[in-house]
């Protein structure tokens, strides 16, 4: 069974990674990344310097998935330009993610990683819901627009970008209109956690996280039917570009359904917090399971090929 996909040109020993900010904030947990059975891995959304991030509590497990505010907690972008400087490539690719807090350290930052030759793939995040009085870029199209046209003229290399999720057929449209203008986009992370979700204490009669009066990003199993919809409708309307699925990963299934529905490789986010790096051994397992069922020897015989009615 050939779980290998392949990913700008480059075949994965598994079409899995980890989501961006989970088990990748320090080298300890990176390390385990690139010991696990994760085809790919990416680190945290770095800023220029180090921060804290918000108060705790700011992550709570739900029922059916997480909520959080972290509040973009990072060890600094050199902090994982050294990682990059020390990462096996020959294991696995590793994309490095970038969310600086204003335009120009996201061009500092990313001229920094072109400096540093280093083969790690660029993950703009686009889309952090929690970092009080900054809106997401991605929610504000002329904004997206100008960022990437600045970090397109700045960078010489195909990168990706993390989208939020977006819940209108029309938002789909324009924003694949703006991505397909830039060619250097070579990915599209769909998608980040649903913001600015809110869950309550029964007891208590209190909100679950500290910062923001309790509001922060809602992962798990909530958000897969949207995660779903969103790696559809980009792999629809971005057909040069390759989609990286990203929400409501628990299961084989699940890791099917997003492949299924386009995405060249599937990160897990909530359920590798809840569970650690064994969770790639154990999905890996279950999606080849499910092909045997179904026939299939590789990944390429039914990726991207959803049926509708
Ligand atoms: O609060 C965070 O650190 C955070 N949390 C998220 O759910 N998504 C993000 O992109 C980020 I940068």
Not at 23 to 28: G, I
Not at 56 to 83: A, C, F, K, W
Not at 119 to 145: H, M, R, T, W
Not at 217 to 242: D, M
């Amino acid at each position: 069974l050939d779980l290998s996909t392949f990913f700008l040109g480059r075949p994965l020993t598994a079409p899995l990674m980890n989501a961006s900010g989970v088990w990748c904030n320090v080298n300890s947990q990176l390390h385990a990344l690139a010991e696990s059975e994760a085809g790919a891995m990416v680190t945290k959304s770095c800023t220029l310097l180090r921060r804290d991030g918000n108060p705790e509590p700011r992550y709570h497990t739900l029922t059916m998935g997480s909520i959080n505010s972290m509040g973009l907690p990072n060890e600094g972008h050199q902090y994982y330009l050294d990682y990059a400087e020390r990462h096996d490539y020959e294991n696995k690719p590793l994309f490095f993610s970038v969310a600086g807090l204003t335009l120009d350290d996201n061009l500092t930052i990313v001229a920094q990683i072109q400096d540093a030759y280093t083969p790690a793939l660029l993950e703009l995040n686009l889309s952090c819901p929690n970092v009080p009085g900054k809106a997401q870029i991605a929610y504000d199209f002329d904004a997206l627009d100008v960022v990437l046209a600045e970090i397109s003229s700045a960078y010489s290399r195909p990168f990706g970008v993390k989208l939020p999720p977006y819940f209108d057929i029309a938002h789909f449209d324009e924003v694949a209109d703006i991505l397909n203008r830039y060619e250097k986009v070579n990915f599209i992370t769909c998608i980040n956690s649903i913001g600015n979700g809110l869950m309550i204490d029964m007891e208590s009669e209190t909100v679950l996280i500290k910062p923001k009066q309790g509001f922060g990003g809602i992962g798990g199993e909530y958000v897969l039917p949207t995660a779903l919809a969103n790696v559809n409708a980009f792999y629809q309307r971005c057909p040069k570009k390759s989609i990286i699925g990203c929400g409501g990963v628990n299961t084989g299934e699940h890791v099917f359904m997003h492949l299924l529905a386009g995405a060249s490789i599937v990160q897990i986010g909530t359920a590798l917090y809840e569970q650690g790096p064994e969770i790639f051994e154990r999905l890996k397992a279950e999606l080849a399971l499910i092909m045997q069922e179904k026939g299939y020897k590789t990944i390429r015989e039914f990726q991207g090929k959803l049926k509708t009615l």
